[in-house]
């Protein structure tokens, strides 16, 4: 009964399948949250879907506050749909499949490579238990770490299950957090920073760049992947770093008031963090407009392909900015670390692009007439976190109307699966091959 089951489901193809897991584990994720030993609080149903989004998407935000509504029970559930979204429900699966000792058909394999974001169908099991046990390896070191720290500010239960549940949805760049403040607290604690930002880079570099790093460590021959994303990823962070610490030093509601090492260390964190996380140690909210629109760049940037991450991709921004630069140079090839980019490789970052900015500005319009009494500024800003599955809100989400919310839940998982992934659900693969002759136009 169920091989018939998964066999018409793997009929639907990676695209189809991906999304119909993905909301078969959200329905249970609701069910499992209103459970009446989940909450303490009242959690309105479309709360509890909010909810569920915000964790299996890994975006973090929540539209009540935790720590006042959720039971550890409930915040177990959170932590487990954090976790299955942001390693991925198909190797999780695999995993299972390997540890009964299942056989792996192919055409599990091609959702796994849809979903791993992999070129080929070939390694991809490997592949996908590898991120399974580098992903809780990495968590387990992490929460031991974090232990250090909250056992002796909260006591044993409750530091061992603050340090499992930061070292889960850090690593999984989500954002959520057990305290109101989120982690206001720790502003001038570089310890808990560091972990956190170290969980956050780590998790956003991508599993593929993460095992390319350790099977050529010795002799320092990585792929093109991986070079473009670390030294992506070091100027990223180092540039955003310096412009937030510029714009936000004097603001006496963010870094004004915290001294020259503190200052440093937020914007740090900020730079990391801006990109997919979510986790902040000052009020989004009161910092100053050109810091947000700056963070709204970051987040539309995001973290590396096959990442927990969201937004567009580090390497999507690259390959775009790499385009136009050869372009302006008078050069028809694009050509980085000498290698060539593949014409196919330049139209899919340019869709990706198109898709997510057409996407946010839709987004905006719409919740521009169904939260009228929102700031404009706010609604903008919400909607690039929400897209990028990056977290942060300066306002909107607090306040949603039940539309709202319904707009929102789409927006994240829309941005979770990836416009491209979306858009590949309802079209079909053309295989003629005819060529058109070519002729220019007048483009500017």
């Known amino acids: 009964m169920m091989k018939k089951i998964f066999n018409k489901l793997f009929d639907l193809g990676p695209p189809r399948f991906i999304v119909v897991s993905f909301l078969f584990v959200l329905c249970i994720g609701v069910l499992l949250l209103n459970l009446p030993f989940s909450t303490k609080a009242d959690l309105p149903f479309m709360d509890s879907v909010?909810?569920?989004?915000?964790?299996?998407?890994v975006t973090g935000l929540t539209t009540v506050d935790l720590s006042q509504t959720l039971t550890p029970f409930g915040f177990i559930i959170v932590a487990l749909l954090v976790q299955i979204g942001g390693i991925g429900i198909m190797s999780i699966t695999a995993l299972v499949f390997i540890i009964m000792g299942r056989k792996i058909g192919l055409q599990y394999r091609m959702v796994l490579q849809q979903t791993l974001n992999v070129n080929t169908v070939g390694g991809v099991i490997r592949l996908a238990k590898y991120i399974v046990i580098f992903a809780l390896s990495v968590e387990g070191i992490a929460f031991i770490l974090l232990c250090f720290r909250f056992i002796p500010e909260y006591g044993f239960a409750e530091g061992i299950f603050s340090g499992f549940f930061h070292a889960i949805t850090g690593f999984n760049n989500a954002g959520l957090s057990t305290w109101s403040d989120n982690l206001t607290r720790y502003v001038s604690d570089p310890y808990v920073c560091l972990i956190m930002t170290t969980l956050v880079i780590i998790g956003g570099l991508g599993f593929t760049v993460v095992l390319d790093l350790y099977h050529h460590r010795k002799k320092f021959r990585f792929s093109l992947h991986t070079k473009l994303m670390i030294w992506g990823t070091l100027i990223v962070n180092g540039v955003a770093?310096?412009?937030?610490?510029?714009?936000?030093?004097?603001?006496?509601?963010?870094?004004?008031?915290?001294?020259?090492?503190?200052?440093?260390?937020?914007?740090?964190?900020?730079?990391?963090?801006?990109?997919?996380?979510?986790?902040?140690?000052?009020?989004?909210?009161?910092?100053?407009?050109?810091?947000?629109?700056?963070?709204?760049?970051?987040?539309?940037?995001?973290?590396?392909?096959?990442?927990?991450?969201?937004?567009?991709?580090?390497?999507?921004?690259?390959?775009i900015l790499a385009a136009v630069i050869a372009y302006l140079r008078g050069k028809d090839k694009v050509v980085l670390f000498r290698r060539t980019i593949s014409n196919r490789n330049i139209l899919k970052a340019l869709a990706t692009t198109t898709l997510s900015g057409v996407s946010i500005v839709l987004m905006i319009i719409i919740l521009s007439l169904t939260e009228s009494g929102v700031r404009l500024m706010a609604i903008v800003f919400d909607s690039v976190a929400i897209f990028t599955t990056a977290g942060f809100s300066i306002g909107m989400i607090m306040n949603l109307s039940l539309m709202g919310k319904l707009l929102v839940c789409f927006l994240m998982f829309f941005g979770k699966i990836g416009p491209l992934t979306f858009v590949f659900m309802f079209s079909k693969k053309s295989d003629a091959k005819i060529r058109y002759p070519e002729e220019d136009i007048l483009i500017s």
């Not at 714009?247 to 509601?253: D, G, I, T």
Request: without cysteine.
């Open 241 to 319: 770093t310096i412009i937030i610490f510029l714009m936000e030093k004097s603001n006496m509601a963010t870094l004004g008031g915290l001294s020259i090492f503190d200052q440093w260390m937020a914007s740090y964190f900020h730079a990391i963090v801006s990109r997919t996380a979510g986790f902040n140690t000052v009020p989004i909210e009161q910092m100053n407009a050109s810091t947000l629109m700056v963070i709204m760049v970051l987040m539309f940037i995001g973290a590396g392909s096959g990442s927990v991450g969201g937004g567009i991709k580090l390497t999507t921004a690259i390959v």
């Open 50 to 57: 909010f909810l569920a989004t915000a964790s299996l998407t």
